[in-house]
């Protein structure tokens, strides 16, 4: 039996979790760590994977993290109340983006920044908007498709691996001439890949309180 105080600290980081987040769909929350160590702020290790997570512009369809020695603060330890970390915590992190997430990323909705900088990198920077662009992940990568009217546009095949704090984009058209997608300094990427008409990366992230 799960002893009550464990119970008590899932429920409060679960109730935190959840209000990092715009949405989240699904959230699953392991816990290791003794009534002891508990009650003074410590949890030996937590397994987290969660579903349908939206964070700002940010959209993943899955989720994994795993974390050891957390530092709580036990004066937060009610029923009912978010309980966050008293100290910044390394967590090794894996996360599935669907071509649906990534078309809303990367085109989508407003004026697609990012897709817009893809485009202007690879192809130069009169080449228009990406307005109306379609996105699709493929065995080796993901393909931009322009709108159907727009019949003398080819689409725009691109790879994608890890760098560091960022994910580097190389073009088919430009193969010595990738672009950096930068990421939170926080976050240090190891390996990107397509899983199953996912795109899944993984890697580490420094969490602060």
């Given at each position: 039996m799960v002893h009550p105080v464990l119970n008590l600290v899932r429920h409060g980081l679960q109730l935190w979790l959840r209000g990092q987040c715009d949405a989240l769909d699904h959230l699953h929350l392991d816990?290791?760590?003794?009534?002891?160590g508990l009650l003074k702020g410590?949890?030996?290790?937590?397994?987290?994977?969660?579903?349908?997570i939206v964070w700002g512009a940010c959209r993943l369809s899955r989720a994994i993290i795993t974390c050891?020695?957390?530092?709580?603060?036990?004066?937060?330890?009610?029923?009912?109340?978010?309980?966050?970390?008293?100290?910044?915590?390394?967590v090794t992190l894996e996360v599935?983006?669907?071509?649906?997430?990534?078309?809303?990323?990367?085109?989508?909705?407003?004026?697609?920044?990012?897709?817009?900088?893809?485009?202007?990198?690879?192809?130069?920077?009169?080449?228009g908007n990406c307005r109306g662009w379609?996105?699709?992940?493929?065995?080796?990568g993901v393909r931009l498709l322009p709108p159907a009217q727009q019949t003398r546009t080819p689409p725009l095949l691109l790879q994608l691996g890890a760098v560091d704090h960022g994910i580097a984009v190389h073009g088919?058209?430009?193969?010595?001439?990738?672009?950096?997608?930068?990421?939170?300094p926080a976050i240090r990427i190891h390996?990107?890949?397509?899983?199953?008409?996912?795109?899944?990366v993984r890697g580490e992230a420094l969490v602060r309180p």
């Open positions: 816990l290791q760590g003794t009534p002891e410590r949890l030996a290790a937590a397994h987290l994977q969660a579903r349908g050891r020695d957390l530092q709580l603060d036990p004066g937060r330890l009610r029923p009912g109340q978010p309980m966050a970390l008293a100290a910044p915590l390394n599935w983006c669907s071509a649906a997430d990534l078309q809303h990323m990367v085109l989508g909705p407003g004026e697609a920044p990012m897709g817009a900088a893809l485009l202007a990198h690879f192809r130069g920077p009169n080449s379609r996105l699709q992940i493929t065995e080796t088919e058209e430009a193969p010595d001439r990738p672009a950096t997608i930068p990421l939170d390996d990107v890949r397509i899983d199953a008409q996912h795109l899944h």
